[in-house]
């Protein structure tokens, strides 16, 4: 196929490049891009367009080529050509032109676009900066501050406002090509110049003084931990100062260490996980999917109804179903508010909040979800409820309708087994607050039609959130691991540390929130009650939940009651160290016959992290997940692990597993409990020196 056409039309020279699925800057790219700039020197033509076929303008580099070696022409070579054609280069943009593929726009003399299409340069996503003049020429556009903005954010903007901050010239209506061709045949009867954004100069005096200063300050606490977010002010600060040719230099040193990053690497490793999550193996992209044009929903709690909410914001109808009026209305109305609040935060407008209650309907009765093509049941989390609930879905349901549980543990085998139809029952696990969180884990019952497994996956995207498959076991994947992790930080507490100790070793190594912390929002008596339902075993030692217990029974459920591990200002909800946890802390250690000790901050973050890699091992090597960099997207997209570390597994591999394994090893030793057993999976990698990531490839 050839990626690179040039061809002749009357006195313009067309550019077209074909590189699917996204005309990334590949290395035939480039350099076809150079050959065809350079033969148009030669010719008759007046001028040239650069146009792409397929479903975007370029987006971006290749980032599958940032692994590899080099090979000319790099971008900034190919940036170089087109801004110093002597004829004016017009760039044709539809889709999203992101990243080096607005670099190359810019380096065009002009810029037109469908009103369909965006731009944005979302390097940041993947540790990075924009390498190929990008922090240089933005801002010689927009100015200095919407420069920061488009590039500190990484998100895309319309064609309006690029047009606005004048990153294009012309929006055109109809075809893009014939767009563009009028378009350019104007700028040529109009003896338009030879526009080069790199002679823009910025005039100082343009920019408040205190502008960089103010953004590394509040982007030290939004991308907390981050390096290339402080880089893009070092490289737009430079074109504010500096002539392009020193702000260039400043910019490629700075992208090259961001590329060289563990977190660029983390974050590319992320980029290529959350696409590969959605693929299962055995399952092809050609598996038929059913069509899901209405959503019944079982339970109006916090839940269900943002459960109902990603449905009716794109479009599908609910149905949503509670057992009393009382229970409907309480339901319905905390929807209204969740989307009153979006409206206040002008996320949404009034009519598109309207749009949306439209499409939910509320009822009492299981009749009326007769016709729906999926139930989402999000009752309380108790598997008699559930099964008694799917043995009403699987008498009112149509054949062929998906029957799904949103439970967080319960056996999905067992609740498919409440139903003649298990092949129909799936788990599609919703984070809280479920209209907000982007994972989902999706948990396969052994007897769950691949259709429906595909059509769940296809469905996850349409609701725009990030699935993971997982197979049946307490707490699927997420859950599963959280436990060793609350276990570790339990016992870190009653052996030695503090609340305010352990979150903040989490939060500085880049978790969003400390366990506690976390515990005192969810609300530390979920924990409580879901203990009251096990057995001593499945508790685990007292040690790992009597401070919790006693919290609860002295009615400090977390923020939610004022008081959990900490004190909440009432008004504010800031986080107070309570001196009276400690001591009861230290009451419960001598209760337990734990002998106190100083715990250092070292120690804190090996225990909660190696917790995690090593049940992670075992899911994977009891096949729960598909694939390590799976359970990297349940921990990055679920519990606010960094993005930027890649979550728990890669993480584990850039640690190295033979170190990994040792200090497993090490704490099993040490403490005789054979939950730090180092799993099989850990210790066989470890000894052939090889990681998850090369195992998971393999298997
Ligand atoms: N390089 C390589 N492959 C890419 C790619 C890219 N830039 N973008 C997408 N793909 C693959 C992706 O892995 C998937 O593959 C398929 O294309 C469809 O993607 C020098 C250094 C464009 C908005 O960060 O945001 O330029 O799974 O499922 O939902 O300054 O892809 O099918 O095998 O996401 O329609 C900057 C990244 C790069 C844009 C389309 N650019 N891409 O979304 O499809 S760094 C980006 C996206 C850079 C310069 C710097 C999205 C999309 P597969 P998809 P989509």
Known sequence: MTVVTYRIENNLGIISLNNPPVNALSHVLREGIVNAVQAAQSDDTQALILVCEGRTFIAGADITEFNKTPQAPSLPDVIETIENSQKPVIAAIHGTALGGGLETALACHYRCALASAKVGLPEVKLGLLPGAGGTQRAPRLTGAEAALDLITSGAPISADKALKLNLIDQIVE???LSGAIAYAEQLLADKAPLKRVRDIAIDPA??????????????????????????????????????????????????????????????????????????????????????????????????????????????????????????????????????????????????????????????????????????????????????????????????????????????????????????????????????????????????????????????????????????????????????????????????????????????????????????????????????????????????????????????????KSGAGYYLYDPETRARINDPKVLTLVEEHAKAQGVERRYISDEEILKRLTYAWINEGAKILEEGIAQRSSDIDVVYVFGYGFPAYRGGPMHYADTIGLQEVYRSISELHEQTGESYWKPAALLETLAKENTNFQEWSARS
Not at 233 to 254: K, M, N, S, T, Y
Not at 324 to 353: D, P
Not at 359 to 384: H, P, Q, R, W
Not at 421 to 436: C, E, K, M, T, Y
Request: charge should be neutral; aromatic fraction near 6%; proline fraction near 4%.
């Open 174 to 176: 109809g075809e893009l």
């Open 206 to 559: 343009s920019v408040p003084a205190d502008l960089f200063e103010q953004y590394r300050k509040k982007l030290s606490k939004r991308a907390r931990g981050q390096i290339a977010p402080q880089k893009i002010v070092d490289c737009v600060e430079a074109a504010v100062l500096h002539p392009i040719e020193e702000g260039l230099l400043i910019e490629r040193g700075a992208f090259m260490e961001c590329k060289e990053s563990s977190q660029s690497s983390a974050m590319r490793h992320m980029f290529f996980a959350e696409r590969e999550a959605a693929k299962v193996k055995g399952i092809g992209k050609e598996t038929a999917t059913r069509p899901i044009k209405s959503v019944g929903i079982i339970g109006g709690g916090t839940m269900g109804g943002g459960i109902a909410m990603n449905f009716v914001n794109v479009g599908i109808p609910v149905t949503l179903l509670e057992v009393s009026e009382e229970g409907l209305q309480r339901g319905l109305n905390l929807v209204e508010k969740n989307y009153s609040i979006s409206v206040k935060k002008g996320k949404l407008t009034e009519a598109q909040k309207s749009d949306c209650l439209a499409l939910i309907k509320g009822s009492t009765n299981y009749d009326d979800l007769a016709d729906v093509d999926m139930v989402i049941e999000a009752v309380f989390e108790n598997l008699d409820v559930k099964r008694s609930v799917f043995e009403q879905l699987d008498k009112v349901c149509k054949p062929g309708a998906i029957l799904a549980t949103n439970t967080s543990y319960q056996d999905v085998n067992l609740i498919a087994e409440a139903t003649q139809r298990p092949q129909d029952v799936i788990g599609l696990h919703f984070f809280s607050p479920a209209n907000v969180m982007k994972l989902l884990e999706i948990v396969r019952g052994a007897k769950t039609a691949d259709d429906v497994i595909a059509t769940s996956m296809a469905l996850a995207k349409k609701i725009k959130k990030v699935p993971v498959l997982a197979n049946v076991c307490y707490g699927f994947i997420g859950n599963r691991m959280l436990r060793p992790y609350g276990r570790e930080a339990q016992l870190c507490l009653l052996e030695g540390g503090t609340p305010e100790q352990i979150d903040r070793v989490m939060q500085n190594w880049g978790m969003a929130m400390g366990p506690l912390a976390v515990g005192d929002l969810a609300g530390l008596d979920i924990g409580y009650k879901a203990r009251e339902g096990q057995t001593e075993e499945q508790k685990g030692a007292p040690k790992t939940y009597c401070v919790a217990d006693a919290l609860v029974e002295m009615d400090r459920l977390g923020q």
